[in-house]
């Protein structure tokens, strides 16, 4: 972390230096902040496995708050950072954004730091008022194809065709931290969305606690890359196709003699597509994954399949929508329906209404009842 913290002070540094002495122009600071918190309830319906192993179904409290800072020091150079706050955050998620960008122009710029990686619509739907919605999509909560941030550098830009035809390329290599089975949401249920398919409540806190003794907290840092690369039309529609490439390492302790370990290479690839015309708002994807291990004696390889859809409609302050989502891979597959409205009668307020029912063969049919209200300034 320090050296992270190092490197990107020394990159913002010559950056600033190399500006100060090509350029006489002056220019005053601009700084802008910026920031929400959002109170939230949330309840859980006839699932008496996760009443017993988390004490309760029900829950009221502040569900998301966060500061964004915008600081531009120079009429090219823009710094951000964004605190955040959410249950079940570990301080390093905390400090969702902090980074320096360089805008050479609209073909070029570059940055450097700590940031939502730029794939999927789903990362940019972390914040609460970027999301139509309350939780957050499996693309977030579970992580299996592409982590949401990462430390490091990336380069983007728009090359304009025509009039209202450009293309977006985005590209990212850096350090990233890989949560699995993390909880999510305010009474974590979301993250751990399979773990609760069992109605057996020993078994169910026999896994749990294996998992939390393997992380203790600390979850593994590797190294990888992703890009993208999409047309747009107008204002209107994006599409596109992206991927992200790392290596990472697994282990297993058959018995109390033996451990095998194997490095895991991660190949993920899909396409996305947002349209949004008047007051229709669609966003799409497929994405692929493969895990392959290089000890193929002793590790399995794993396909990932991951499909999501969006539709929304505002009809003045209020907007319904409604959300499909599958994760196939692994051991479980997970299918999950979300309605909801969102209504916002001024810019500062916004008031949401949530339901989600999971299609796929739990012990119950269950479901899942969410509230938020929020506030901007």
């Known amino acids: 972390m320090k050296k992270f913290i190092l490197i990107f002070a020394f990159i913002i540094g010559t950056i600033q230096m190399i500006n100060a002495q090509e350029t006489n122009e002056e220019w005053k600071t601009q700084t802008h902040v910026t920031g929400y918190l959002s109170l939230n309830g949330e309840y859980i319906h006839n699932l008496p496995v996760f009443k017993d192993v988390k004490g309760r179904d029900i829950g009221l409290n502040i569900g998301e708050a966060s500061v964004l800072t915008t600081i531009k020091p120079l009429e090219k150079l823009k710094i951000n950072s964004v605190v955040t706050y959410k249950p079940k955050l570990t301080w390093e998620e905390v400090i ?6 360089w805008k050479f122009n609209e073909k070029f710029t570059t940055k450097a730091g700590r940031f939502l990686l730029p794939l999927h619509p789903a990362n940019s739907q972390y914040y609460a008022p970027m999301n139509v919605g309350i939780a957050l999509p499996m693309f977030v909560t579970n992580q299996p194809l592409f982590p949401l941030s990462m430390n490091g550098l990336n380069i983007n830009g728009d090359i304009s065709l025509s009039n209202n035809i450009s293309i977006h390329y985005n590209l990212s290599g850096g350090q990233y931290t890989k949560y699995s089975k993390k909880e999510a949401g305010l009474l974590g249920f979301f993250g751990r969305d399979g773990v609760y398919m069992n109605n057996n409540v020993e078994k169910v806190n026999e896994f749990i606690q294996q998992v939390e003794s393997k992380q203790n907290g600390i979850y593994p840092s ?8 999409a047309i747009h039309i107008g204002d209107y529609l994006e599409i596109g196709g992206a991927g992200f490439f790392s290596t990472e390492k697994l282990s297993k302790q058959p018995n109390e003699t033996t451990i095998f370990k194997t490095d895991i290479e991660i190949i993920n690839y899909g396409t996305n597509l947002v349209f949004d015309y008047n007051n229709l708002n669609i966003k799409a994807s497929a994405w692929f994954g493969n895990e392959t291990p290089n000890d193929a004696q002793h590790f399995d390889t794993y ?7 969006e539709i929304a409609y505002t009809f003045n302050t209020v907007t319904p929508y ?11 597959d997970w299918q999950r329906f979300t309605l909801g409205i969102n209504y916002r009668p001024i810019f500062e307020t916004t008031f949401k209404v949530e339901y989600h029912r999971y299609l796929q063969e ?3 049919d269950f479901n899942i009842f969410q509230v938020a209200i929020i506030y901007s300034f």
Request: hydrophobic share 30%; proline share 0%.
């Open 222 to 229: 590797y190294f990888g890359s992703g890009g993208k690369l």
């Open 322 to 332: 409604s959300k499909i989502e599958i994760v196939n891979g692994r051991l479980k």
């Open 362 to 364: 739990y012990v119950d």
């Open 96 to 101: 969702t954004e902090i980074s320096g960008e």
């Open 303 to 309: 396909n990932w399949e991951m499909y999501y859809g």
